[in-house]
Antibody, heavy 121, light 107 residues
Framework: QVQVVQSGAEVKKPGASVKVSCKAS????????ITWVRQAPGQGLEWMGW????????KYSQKIQDRVTLTTDSSTSTAYMELRSLKSDDTAVYYC??????????????WGQGTLVTVSS | ENVLTQSPGTLSLSPGERATLSCWAS???????LAWYQQKPGQAPRLLIY???SRATGIPDRFSGSGSGTDFTLTISRLEPEDFAVYYC????????FGPGTKVDMK
């Protein structure tokens, strides 16, 4: 069965970077994309970016494209999201999800459990 | 840039009642690239509907989606206790975007 498992919670200081991992199993990793979505406490869902696990093509939200990098490692079926220059309003639960296309950001059918990133001095 | 609006913000209903949730886009969504997700407290979102009207795997048939262009609707025909949650519409394709959500709570 398809599973997406994320790395554990992180606490970071303002200005630091964080890298969250997302390990997929139960399907052929390179046949799909991975998207990243975040949710600030008590708020809605914010799409951050998408990466094709097939060829590494990416698409980012204009809001954070200068601070985020998405990568994948097909040898381990793992995707990574790195967010730099952290600010307090980056405090959120970060989700990865499988995207039902390797060509464009598509709908998201299997989600990780979420990773809480807390930015605090 | 497209903007998604959902209404109402909160819908207070009883189990067994019908729920009708709306999602409007400021610009037409091509190829009906519109999905609906359900999210319960402390859980990841769950895909319900894609392509505006196709149910995702394992989703009960009391959930249905309709609409095209700029106006979309999620209908829950008879609310079960486990359906009380927040529902988000989402545009996908070149510029993914979520709506602000509709909370369905128990009257």
């Amino acid at each position: 069965q398809v599973q997406v498992v994320q790395s554990g919670a992180e606490v970071k200081k303002p200005g630091a970077s964080v890298k969250v991992s997302c390990k997929a199993s139960g399907y052929t990793f390179i046949n799909y994309g991975i998207t990243w979505v975040r949710q600030a406490p008590g708020q809605g869902l914010e799409w951050m970016g998408w990466i094709s696990a097939y060829n590494g093509n990416t698409k980012y939200s204009q809001k954070i494209q200068d601070r985020v990098t998405l990568t994948t490692d097909s040898s381990t079926s793992t995707a990574y999201m790195e967010l730099r220059s952290l600010k307090s309003d980056d405090t959120a639960v970060y989700y990865c999800a499988r995207s039902r296309s390797l060509a464009i950001p598509y709908y998201f059918d299997y989600w990780g459990q979420g990773t809480l990133v807390t930015v605090s001095s | 840039e497209n903007v998604l609006t959902q209404s109402p913000g909160t819908l207070s209903l009883s189990p067994g009642e019908r729920a009708t949730l709306s999602c409007w886009a400021s610009q037409s969504i091509s190829t009906n690239y519109l999905a609906w997700y359900q999210q319960k407290p402390g859980q990841a979102p769950r895909l319900l509907i894609y392509g505006a009207s196709s149910r995702a795997t394992g989703i009960p048939d009391r959930f249905s989606g309709s609409g095209s262009g700029t106006d979309f609707t999620l209908t829950i025909s008879r609310l079960e206790p486990e359906d009380f949650a927040v529902y988000y519409c989402q545009q996908y394709g070149s510029s993914p975007l979520f709506g602000p959500g509709t909370k369905v709570d128990m009257k």
